[in-house]
Every structure is written in structure tokens, then in C-alpha cells.
């Protein structure tokens, strides 16, 4: 890897060595984090975030150009990286003050027992209170007995040898349990393999709850000021809400035709690209402020920094609340959506143009001009995610497609090349940076939101509505002491653009079936973690968590789809992006894997279906995810959404072998398809459209799928789930500007035939909708996840946020299990049972711990 990224400390404008008393410079304390404390071990299911946050203030406000920096500590990054040019700062999300002794970190990596090891963190106080303040400095002196013991200190082996007497006694007791689990009443049995503490009868005292895990570290990288504000929010309001540490990096200065006007004064102001930019830098400084502190005014410290590719980037941090960063790359944007512009991501990436200017904003403290080649862009990135280390990256849509009839973009070509650039980037850190979490990615759809029912509830939408106020800066108030202005007046008549201030929509990862479990009631957790499609198993109802195993093979795309042959054995499909020395190489496929015999933890090589799109220019490789199932003849299927807006599918015949990419009609659909198979064992589709809802329909089993039928059923957001019941095939979907959850159940005898449909109410909210047995979930306004344990029981919700969709299954006839990918991406797993008057145990992490390195 190149070492030629150089962060604050690396490089001083005078010359000057690093870590002499000229070269120090001061720098913005991170937070020191106090992880994430969310309320785990509750009483049925229902808890508050814990985040305690970081509320200390730093002395000095407004930028700092080109300060000198503190002595550097040494790298613990890559082994083969030289001194790290950011080694000096703590990493963002890492524990400052509290970091655990060894001992923490060797007891939080061991594996979990589902669900007989009671690994769910305490539920804390309300932030701020004296018992919070109480707790946080017992638990300091309890780390600091602990360092003063040392790692092989008497205590500690006492605490591992009650620890490992307790797994013991658990672990049999749960053998002894699961024959009867299912017949148990209620949840009692459920209730005491999910307590937080377990009583060890042979020490006479209860085992302390372990280590709060990672909280979570979040980057976002967006192509212009404003694209996370329209396209990624609510969500980045969650994560700031909740505490998460959160950094926005911006690929362009947006810098446009330099007009910052509204259309009445468009014609008579005269352009400044530079100024132009940094109001837009300032809308989102003020914007940003506003989700952390309710202050659009509270200040930041500003900096150059020396990027890995060559050149400099500013990066802001909030003064009240430090965890939230603002990184600027300030390179020239297109000036247009779709037309032809060599100087831009697209000609860089399409070899257009060698290199891509910097466009520095008015007002920025960095005043060296540089430019990019298209590998420095990308080395540009990656060391930023070496600097920030998230678990969760956030991107926009690469693929969105053409308009049928224009053929133009449905979204504008920064925001998708530039989502290319993520691609490129996060490959290249997930091979190359070893001493990383793991990280899971999330893409966002663009402009084509404005075409499609709203996700929001008024209550959502009028929250973005105002922050997007704040960015566009409508009551022209100085407050940002600027000439450039405070905010983006282009937007000003329209702050909530093309209806986007109504939407959110994930392009990936909207799958519900990446959870299921096998015929001995095991478990299988399928989700992709560092471009690979990570797998956690639990071998029946009371064996111990493995994983996460990354299967080999990289470039994975978010989101799989899993499904159950006949002969039981577990076949996992998703999409795969590869990349070429040539531009046209860039091509996406669907792919798939399947268990080498059931119940084994080994599988296949990938095996490749191709794509029906012929170029990636003619749709931009724009596919959807891929549906699948088995029918009643044992017959695997699966089906996309091509970039024309229509069904396609291939089918696999006796011998093993894949028929041809079959076109199956349908226009205007979106999003991905869900398919079941009915009581009968005929195989269904359906899909969205923007008006309505589709389906299909085989005659009976093995026959090829009918016509396209429209199923009369409201226009609904975008996500489907689909399941096999009550004879039909079930589906459950959102009510568009209400968040509401809604069911209906099809039949499929004679054709497709809709009844009961219902609306089922909910905690607003938007997204996919898991549904298993009496259980539905899903994620509800505050970006948590929310439940309906059974008809006519109030929703409920949880303290866990989450990437993509949450995901359920039947374990037996009696037991509902249910699973999310935390912003930490680490797995965590609950389960209830299938019964009246049901709730969910304690949610339950898998795994270590996905924490950062100590410095």
C-alpha cells in the first residue's frame, strides 16, 4: 500500500519534524467513547438508547490553518504501513479514559452460547444522571483494580474459572431443557436463557455483566453538499441522535454554475464558484450542528489535512459533540445530471481526463490547488477509512439506472460515480488494512425517490424538511459571519426538492430471508461484512455461535437472500460487482453458493447466473437483488428486476443445470421482487410498482410462471416481504406517508385473487417488514427496531439500530427467532415463543466484540 497519505502530525508547512516543539498542533479531542450501552437485558422488549455520548467542549473555535501537531504515538495499523499520519488521535469511537485491560477484551472475544450464556449488556441509566455518574466512576476504578492486577492476577483467574464453571452448568442445563422447549409455557424458559446475569451456585455470587460493545462508527461518502441531507436522512439523524460517532466525507465542492440564488435572482447575481461552495460548506456546517446540538451556530474547528492521495482536505469537528466530522475533498463536480462532462468523476473514472482538479471553496484553510488521478481518489478514501475505521459505511446508489423512454440517468452521474470511487475503495481497504472491524455497507437511492410513494410519516418527513431549512439557509440571518452566505439559496424555493424530503429508500439490503434454520433447529446468518458474505451458525437449539466466517470470495454487494432445497441442504444468492482495468469492465451478477451436504459449514465456490443486462452502459448494470424459491417439485428459481423496469428470471432444471434469463413482463417496477410458494407448492412473484403492487403465479409446480396480473392492491413503498401461509402466499408491505405496516394474503388457485387486506398500524417508521409465526418487525421512526408480538399487541421497540432489514424465522413449530446487523456490524439475535401472550428474551450479541485497537 502507499504510504503517501499524510494526516495531521505527518506534515508541517514549515518544514519542521514531526513531534518537535514547533510541529505539534492542536487538534480537537476526539470522543472518549463510553460504547453502547443500550438496554439489553430488559424485561420483555422494550428499552432506551444508553449513549452517554461526548459532551466536552474544546477550547478554540472557528478553523486553524495549518496548526503544528502534537508527537505522534506509534501506528498500530497495517503491519506493513509506516507511522500512521493520524496515529496521534484516539480513533473514533475508541474508549480514551476506560480502556478496557486485556482481560476485558480476551472475555468479550470469547463466543457466545445462545442462548444459555447471558451476554447482554446492563441496561444503564439515563444519560446525565447521578446514578450514570455513579456507575461510570465505579466502573473506572473497577478497570483501574483490574490493570493493577494485571492480566494473570489471582482475581481474574477466580472470575475465569467461575465464568467457566457457569458456561458449564448452563450449557447442560440447556441440553436438558431443549427436548422440551417447545412444550414450556409461555416464555419462562426463554426469560432465564436471556437474563443479563445468571447466579453461579458454586461461587454463591451472580457473573457480572460483560463489556458494552462498540458503539459504532459511521462514514458516509457523498458527491455533494446536501446529498446526505436529501438521500440519507433520516438515518443520519438517528445516528447523531443516538451518539454513534458520525463522519461525512464530500467528493466534490458542489461547486455548480457558482449562482447561490434562488430563481427570482438567479439572472442578476453574478457567479462565484469558490463562494458558491462554501456556502454550501456553511448550510451543512449549520445543518450538521443543528442535528447534534439544536445550535445551527455552534462552532467548529476547522483543518488541513495531507490525503493519502497527494493532495489536502479540510475536516471540521464539532466543537460540542466531537464524534461528528465533516471531511471535504473539494474536487471539481459535473455541472450536470446526465450530459457529457470529461472534467468530473465519470471522465476520470472512464479515462476521459488523466486527472481531476480541486475546486477550493472561498473561505476553506486549504490554499494549495491539486488534482487526482483515479487510483489517488481511491487512495484518497481508503485512508480515510483506515483514519475512522466505521463498522457501517454509508454510500450512494452506483447502478440506478436510465429513464426507458430518455434513456438519460435516473440519478445525476457524481452521485453514482462517485458511489463507484466507494466501491473501488472499500475493496481495496478491506484487502489491504488487516488491523480493522469488520464493516458492513448500505447504499441509498438518488433522485428516483421523488417518482415513488413517500417512506416518511408526516412527523419524519417535516424533521428532514426542517434540516434541509436550516441547509438552505431561508431566514438570510448572517449567523455563519460569512460573505459567501450561511446556506444553499438554489434550494431555497424548494427545500425539500423533488419530493425527496418525503423518501428514504435502501438499494440493497432489503432482503428479510439472510436468517433461517435447518431441520435440527440450528441457526444460519447470512449478511456481508467487508465485501464478503459473512456466515454465523448456531448448531441446534442449544449449541454455541460460530462466526462470523467470511466465505471466500470478495465483491459482494449488500444484501443475500437465502433459501432451503429439498433435499434441506441451505443455498445463499446475492449480487457480485467486478471491476476491470477497462471501464466497461465494470459489471454486476447474481451469484450463489450452496451447503455441501445439510447441516454442514462448508459450501460451494460461488457459482455465477450471469446478468440479463448485455453492458453496463446500456442500463448501469442495473439489477436488482435476487428473490428465490423452491416450488412444490423441489424446483429452484430466481428472479430480478432488470434496468428496464421489468421481471426477469432463470430457473434450474433436473440435471442441476440453469435455463436461459426468461423475460416475464411487467413495467415500471421497482425495487426488488419476494416470492413464496403456496399451500399447493405454486411459486408466486410480486414486485412494486409506483402505483401498485404485481404478482405471478405458476399454474402448478414445475410449470413456467403465468402472466403478469395486477393485484388491485394501494400503492405501497417499496420493500415486499413474502410468505408461504394460511394456504396463500402472505404479503406484508407500508402504506405510503404513514409508516403503517399492512397485510394481505394471495391465493393463487384460478390466478392470483387479494384478500384481507389489512392495516396494521405500527411505530411509523419505514423500511423492510420481517415477518415469522405471530412476529412482525421491522425499523420504526428513530431508526430503531420495533415489534408486534402477536394480533392486536401493541408495538413495541427495542434500542437497536440496525444496517439494511432485520430478519426472522420459525426454529421448529414453536419458536420465532429474530436477527439485525448492528451500526457495529456485529450480529445480534433474540427469540420468542410462538404462543399468546409472547415477547421477545434479551437481545443477545454474537461474537467478539468489533472494537478498535487500543492505541
Excluded at 476526539?30 to 424485561?43: A, D, H, I, L, S
Excluded at 463466543?111 to 456507575?135: K, L, N, R, Y
Excluded at 451472580?206 to 458503539?215: I, V
Amino acid at each position: 500500500m502507499s504510504d503517501s497519505w499524510q494526516g495531521p502530525g505527518a506534515w508541517d508547512p514549515q518544514g519542521v519534524p514531526t513531534g518537535s516543539a514547533r510541529g505539534q498542533q492542536a487538534w480537537p479531542s476526539e470522543p472518549g467513547y463510553e460504547g453502547y450501552e443500550g438496554r439489553q437485558g430488559y424485561e420483555g422488549y422494550e428499552g432506551r438508547q444508553g449513549y452517554e455520548g461526548y459532551e466536552g467542549r474544546q477550547a478554540s473555535e472557528g478553523y486553524q490553518e495549518h496548526q503544528r501537531y502534537p508527537a505522534q504515538q506509534p501506528y498500530q495499523g497495517h503491519p506493513q504501513q509506516q507511522q500512521h499520519a493520524y496515529a496521534h488521535l484516539p480513533r473514533q469511537g475508541q474508549q480514551v479514559h476506560q480502556a478496557p485491560p486485556q482481560e476485558d477484551l480476551a472475555d468479550a472475544a470469547e463466543p457466545v452460547d445462545p442462548p444459555a450464556e447471558a451476554d447482554a449488556p446492563v441496561a444503564p441509566e439515563a444519560p446525565g444522571s447521578a446514578e450514570a455518574t455513579e456507575a461510570a466512576a465505579t466502573d473506572s476504578r473497577r478497570r483501574a483494580r483490574r490493570l493493577a492486577r494485571g492480566k494473570g492476577g489471582a482475581r481474574g483467574g477466580s472470575r475465569r474459572r467461575r465464568r467457566a464453571g457457569l458456561v458449564k452448568v448452563v450449557a447442560f442445563c440447556v441440553v436438558t431443557a431443549a427436548g422440551s422447549l417447545l412444550l414450556l409455557r409461555g416464555n419462562e424458559l426463554l426469560d432465564r436463557l436471556g437474563s443479563p446475569t445468571v447466579p453461579d451456585k458454586a461461587a454463591g455470587t451472580p457473573t457480572p455483566a460483560p463489556e458494552p460493545p462498540d458503539p459504532g462508527r459511521v462514514l458516509q461518502v457523498i458527491a455533494h453538499p446536501d446529498d446526505d441531507l436529501y438521500f440519507m436522512n433520516p438515518d443520519l439523524r438517528y445516528s447523531i441522535s443516538a451518539g454513534h460517532p458520525v463522519t461525512s466525507v464530500y467528493l466534490t465542492s458542489g461547486e455548480a454554475d457558482g449562482i447561490n440564488a434562488g430563481a427570482a435572482k438567479a439572472a442578476t447575481t453574478k457567479p462565484d464558484k469558490p463562494a458558491y461552495a462554501e456556502a454550501r460548506q456553511n448550510g451543512i456546517r449549520a445543518a450538521y450542528a443543528k442535528m447534534a446540538t439544536g445550535d445551527r451556530g455552534s462552532p467548529w474547528t476547522r483543518t488541513v489535512v495531507p490525503t493519502r492521495g497527494g493532495g489536502h482536505a479540510e475536516v471540521d469537528v464539532l466543537v460540542a459533540k466531537p464524534q461528528v466530522n465533516l471531511v471535504w475533498l473539494q474536487l471539481r463536480e459535473a455541472g450536470s445530471v446526465y450530459d457529457n462532462a470529461p472534467d468530473s468523476l465519470h471522465g476520470l473514472w472512464d479515462g476521459k481526463v488523466p486527472r481531476l482538479d480541486s475546486m477550493l471553496a472561498s473561505g476553506t484553510p486549504v490554499k494549495e490547488k491539486f488534482s487526482y488521478s483515479k487510483d489517488q481518489v481511491v487512495q484518497t478514501l481508503v485512508g480515510i477509512l483506515e483514519q475512522y475505521r466505521p463498522t457501517t459505511v454509508r454510500s450512494q446508489d452506483p447502478t440506478p439506472g436510465r429513464h426507458p423512454d430518455t434513456k438519460r440517468y435516473t440519478d445525476h452521474q457524481d452521485h453514482f460515480y462517485g458511489a463507484r470511487f466507494v466501491q473501488l475503495a472499500t475493496a481495496a481497504y478491506a484487502k489491504d488494512v488487516t488491523d480493522r472491524p469488520h464493516f458492513a455497507v448500505q447504499n441509498y437511492s438518488g433522485y428516483i425517490n421523488g417518482s415513488l410513494p413517500s417512506t416518511l410519516d408526516p412527523d419524519e418527513a417535516k424533521e428532514k424538511l426542517d434540516i434541509l431549512g436550516t441547509y438552505a439557509w431561508l431566514d438570510q440571518q448572517n449567523h455563519c459571519n460569512s460573505p459567501a452566505g450561511c446556506g444553499d439559496l438554489k434550494v431555497s424555493d424548494q427545500p425539500g426538492g423533488r419530493r425527496w424530503s418525503d423518501s428514504i429508500n435502501y438499494t440493497r439490503g432489503t432482503s428479510t430471508s439472510w436468517l433461517t434454520s435447518d431441520a435440527e433447529h440450528g441457526l444460519w446468518a447470512f449478511k456481508v461484512l467487508d465485501g464478503q458474505v459473512a456466515l454465523w451458525h448456531r448448531p441446534g437449539l442449544a449449541g454455541r455461535w460460530k462466526g462470523p466466517d467470511l466465505l471466500p470470495g470478495t465483491g459482494m454487494d449488500p444484501g443475500v437472500s437465502t433459501v432451503t432445497l429439498a433435499d434441506g441442504r441451505i443455498a445463499a444468492f446475492g449480487t457480485r460487482t467486478s471491476f476491470g482495468a477497462k471501464p466497461t469492465d465494470y459489471k454486476r451478477e447474481v451469484v450463489y453458493v450452496v451447503q455441501k451436504q445439510p447441516g454442514a459449514e462448508e459450501f460451494t465456490e460461488w457459482q455465477s447466473l450471469g446478468t440479463p443486462e448485455t453492458a453496463d452502459e446500456t442500463w448501469t448494470s442495473d439489477i436488482s437483488a435476487p428473490a428465490v424459491s423452491v416450488d412444490g417439485t423441489g424446483q429452484l428459481a430466481a428472479y430480478v428486476r432488470d434496468g428496464a423496469y421489468s421481471l426477469r428470471g432463470r430457473v434450474q432444471r433436473a440435471d442441476g443445470s440453469w435455463g436461459p434469463w426468461e423475460k416475464y413482463g411487467g413495467t415500471d417496477l421497482h425495487g426488488s421482487p419476494a416470492t413464496a410458494t403456496d399451500g399447493a407448492g405454486r411459486r408466486m412473484v410480486f414486485c412494486a410498482t409506483s402505483k401498485s403492487v404485481v404478482g405471478w403465479v405458476q399454474p402448478k409446480p414445475g410449470a413456467p410462471l403465468g402472466q403478469v396480473t395486477a393485484t388491485g392492491l394501494p400503492d405501497t413503498t417499496l420493500p415486499l416481504t413474502a410468505d408461504g401461509r394460511e394456504g396463500g402466499v402472505r404479503l406484508w408491505f407500508r402504506k405510503p406517508g404513514s409508516g403503517n405496516v399492512r397485510t394481505a394474503l394471495i391465493t393463487g388457485e384460478g390466478g392470483l385473487k387479494v384478500s384481507q387486506m389489512t392495516d396494521l398500524g405500527g411505530l411509523q417508521g419505514f423500511g423492510s417488514v420481517t415477518a415469522s409465526g405471530h412476529l412482525l418487525a421491522g425499523r420504526t421512526a428513530g431508526g430503531q427496531l420495533g415489534s408486534e408480538a402477536g394480533p392486536g399487541r401493541p408495538w413495541e421497540r427495542s434500542p437497536l439500530m440496525f444496517v439494511g432489514a432485520p430478519s426472522s424465522t420459525m426454529t421448529g413449530k414453536s419458536l420465532v427467532s429474530l436477527a439485525v446487523v448492528g451500526l457495529d456490524a456485529r450480529l445480534y439475535v433474540t427469540s420468542s415463543a410462538d404462543a399468546p401472550n409472547a415477547h421477545l428474551a434479551p437481545w443477545q450479541p454474537v461474537g467478539p466484540r468489533n472494537a478498535p485497537a487500543s492505541p
